[in-house]
């Protein structure tokens, strides 16, 4: 048995949206059978994320089903798994992407996309600019694949608005206007992209084999960062027992045994981050 992949969303006062997580994580099951996957909310939403991740045995990887980054995945996420799991290893967002694009592209297509269409990809938004940052890279990556121009634009926090975007691209020649939902699922968010005017308004990204697929991606790049972090630092040590403590560690987290055991390695409670060297290892002095 491989770790247990917990997948963390935020939370929603929706039916719908809760419907689309739930099966959601049914089709990230059938994608690897033999895999225990669980589903936690950080927030509104039932099971909390707490909750789930206080019940889970063994080794733990995190993956957010959240597409770019911000306060919850830097922030939120972290804390919650500091407190209850911080043996936790935890996944990047999971915008952008290839495999997002190709869904995207999708449903576009579904909804009545024509070849002289201007596109806009719709976004929740966000006060981080490095999660603005994240969907454009998405606007570009379906840029590339539609051969045209793909405007980034805001529900909520950010800039340029749905409402500023579409102005903006009805001053062109193109004569009609059409919004890729960059959402997980329907809710709030969705509704606002529906009402605001655009000629056509593609389903959200929902439950489908390349999201699930990508999950998978998440928790494998996950899964490897550990282990190489673990080699790493038994590289740097300097005494007889490091070796050991990374093959314990190693089998922990790929047999699900259980946490690393004395000796291993962790990984800190954070994203895109080095994994942290493990308490009273010596190492070869750095220059600072």
Same mark, same amino acid.
Do not use: K
């Given at each position: 048995?491989?770790?247990t ?15 689309v997580?739930?099966?959601?994580a049914?089709?990230?099951?059938? +994608? $690897?059978? !033999?895999s225990?996957v ?5 927030e509104?939403?039932? @099971?909390l /994320?707490?909750? #789930? =991740? %206080? ?17 919850h ?8 798994? +500091? $407190?209850? !799991? ?5 996944a990047?967002q999971?915008?952008?992407? @290839?495999? /997002?694009?190709? #869904? =995207? %592209? ?5 909804a ?6 201007a596109?806009?990809l ?7 600019p ?5 969907? !454009? ?7 590339v694949?539609?051969?045209r @121009? ?10 340029p608005?749905?409402?500023e975007?579409l ?12 919004i ?9 968010f ?13 389903a ?26 673990a ?9 007889d ?12 987290l790929?047999?699900g ?6 000796g291993?390695s ?9 994994p ?7 190492k ?5």
């Open positions: 048995m491989t770790a992949l917990v997948l963390a969303a935020h939370g929603a006062r929706s039916g719908d949206w809760e419907s997580m739930a099966s959601l049914g089709r990230v099951r059938r +994608a $690897r059978p !033999r225990r669980e589903l936690g909310f950080l509104i939403s039932s @099971p /994320l707490s909750d #789930v =991740l %206080a019940a889970v045995p063994g080794p733990v990887v995190v993956v957010p089903l959240l597409l770019a980054g911000g306060y995945v830097h922030i939120d996420l972290p804390a919650v798994v +500091a $407190r209850v !799991r911080p043996d936790a290893h935890v990047g999971l915008g952008p992407h @290839p495999l /997002l694009t190709s #869904v =995207l %592209a999708r449903r576009l297509a579904s009545g996309l024509r070849p002289c269409d596109v806009i719709g976004a929740a938004g966000s006060s981080d490095a999660a603005l940052e994240d969907v !454009r890279a998405a606007a570009r990556l379906l840029s694949r539609l051969s @121009p793909v405007t980034a634009a805001f529900a909520s926090a950010g800039g608005t749905v409402a975007a102005d903006q691209v009805r001053s062109g020649p193109a004569p009609r206007v059409a890729a939902s960059y959402l997980l699922a329907p809710g709030l969705h509704s606002r992209l529906a009402d605001s005017g655009a000629d056509v308004v593609s959200p990204l929902g439950v489908d084999d390349d999201l699930a697929a990508l999950v998978w991606t998440r928790f494998d790049e996950t899964c490897r960062r550990a282990l190489d972090g080699y790493s630092g038994a590289h740097d040590g300097v005494h027992g490091v070796h050991d403590g990374v093959h314990g560690f190693t089998t922990g790929m047999t045994s259980g946490a690393a055991s004395e291993g962790s990984v800190p409670v954070a994203t895109n981050r080095r942290r060297r493990p308490a009273g290892r010596t070869r002095a750095a220059p600072r």
